[in-house]
């Protein structure tokens, strides 16, 4: 069975600095795109970045380009995101999510997805 934890979320004032993990089971994920996702209250699930488990290749949400980086550890099947210089508005539930390399960079191309860390960024 496949399982995404996360965990690190937690509370922060802006400006400040949070590492979430994503630790990953129960399958091979050499041929999968790990992401990360948001979710804010009231609004809709949005892209934050991505990270292939077999390559260095790494893309980011605008809102976050320069800020936050995703990376990954092969050995513990763990991928982070180091998120710094936090603002009000990255508070949102944070969730890590896979999906087939090949598929296209869409909500719906996730097949496994974690329960969601909350992080809230105060002003």
């Known amino acids: 069975q496949v399982q995404l934890v996360e965990s690190g979320g937690g509370l922060v004032q802006a400006g400040g600095s949070l590492r979430l993990s994503c630790a990953a089971s129960?399958?091979?994920?050499?041929?999968?795109?790990m992401a990360w996702f948001r979710q804010a209250p009231g609004k809709e699930r949005e892209f934050v970045a991505d990270?292939?488990?077999?390559?260095?290749?790494?893309y980011y949400a605008d809102s976050v380009k320069g800020r936050f980086t995703i990376s990954r550890d092969n050995a513990k099947n763990t991928v982070y995101l180091q998120m710094n210089s936090l603002k009000p508005e990255d508070t949102a539930i944070y969730y890590c999510a896979a999906r087939n390399k090949l598929q296209p960079r869409l909500l719906s191309s996730h097949d496994y997805w974690g329960q969601g860390t909350q992080v809230t960024v105060s002003s």
């Open positions: 990270i292939k488990w077999s390559a260095p290749s790494t």
């Open positions: 129960g399958r091979t994920f050499a041929s999968y795109t």
